[in-house]
């Protein structure tokens, strides 16, 4: 069964202060891998689509990243207004519309 | 350009009630896509359609989920009769051409009393 786990499940920074969000999944033959911005009340909003490993995408502060078996939202020099639930999907080649959600990661960033 | 649009926002209704919800997809797009989303289960896939004909309902909970897609426009997801275990957020998504990138809507927040 396709899986997707997403770590930590929240994660809370000073203004500045540089992390990593992880994102591993198990899924044969993996097409995408997507990352979406969701804030309190809203929908997911999207935010990078990566399709091989090696391959890298960058949005202002934000930067990711995939291996064959992981994903990694770099986020550098954070500020409040990054904070959200960041969600990491999974698209796998079969049934490739049916996207797999992680959890998220809640992250906070104080001023 | 105006995203994907829901209604409505909010939805309040009693055990046993039907509720509809509706969806008007970005103009251009082709897929179209229903979403659960709670605390316990995250974001589940409920049901999609590809030019307005469904796809997959395997994500649809039971009888009592039913969805439909009269025009490229416009879907509903229709939930009869509710259940205080179906409150949750609903989301539709909508992309365009068949393994494209998808775009949510705000969602509908549904309460069963």
């Known amino acids: 069964e396709d899986q997707v786990t997403q770590s930590p499940e929240a994660l809370r920074l000073q203004e500045g202060e540089s992390s990593s969000l992880n994102c591993s999944y198990t899924?044969?033959?993996?097409?995408?891998l997507f990352w979406y911005r969701q804030d309190p009340g809203k929908g997911p909003e999207f935010l990078f689509t990566?399709?091989?490993a090696g391959e890298e995408k960058e949005k202002e502060r934000l930067k990711a990243t995939l291996t064959k078996k992981e994903s990694f939202l770099h986020i550098t020099a954070p500020k409040p207004e990054d904070s959200a639930t960041y969600l990491c999907?999974?698209?796998?080649?079969?049934?490739?519309?049916?996207?797999?959600f992680g959890q998220g990661t809640r992250l906070t960033i104080n001023p | 350009d105006a995203g994907v649009i829901q209604s409505p926002r909010h939805e309040v209704t009693e055990m046993g009630q039907e509720v509809t919800l509706r969806c008007k997809p970005i103009s251009g797009h082709n897929s179209l896509f229903w979403y659960r989303q709670t605390m316990m289960r995250g974001l589940e896939l409920l049901i999609y359609?590809?030019?307005?004909?469904?796809?997959?309902d395997s994500g649809m909970p039971e009888d009592r989920f039913s969805a439909k897609m009269p025009n490229a426009s416009f879907s509903t997801l229709k939930i009869q009769p509710s259940e205080p275990r179906d409150s949750a957020v609903y989301f539709c998504a909508s992309s365009m051409g068949y393994q494209e990138t998808q775009y949510f809507g705000p969602g509908t927040r549904l309460l069963v009393l």
């Open positions: 899924v044969s033959g993996l097409r995408g």
């Open positions: 990566l399709y091989s």
């Open positions: 359609f590809n030019n307005n004909v469904p796809i997959d």
């Open positions: 999907a999974v698209q796998p080649p079969q049934g490739a519309q049916k996207l797999v």
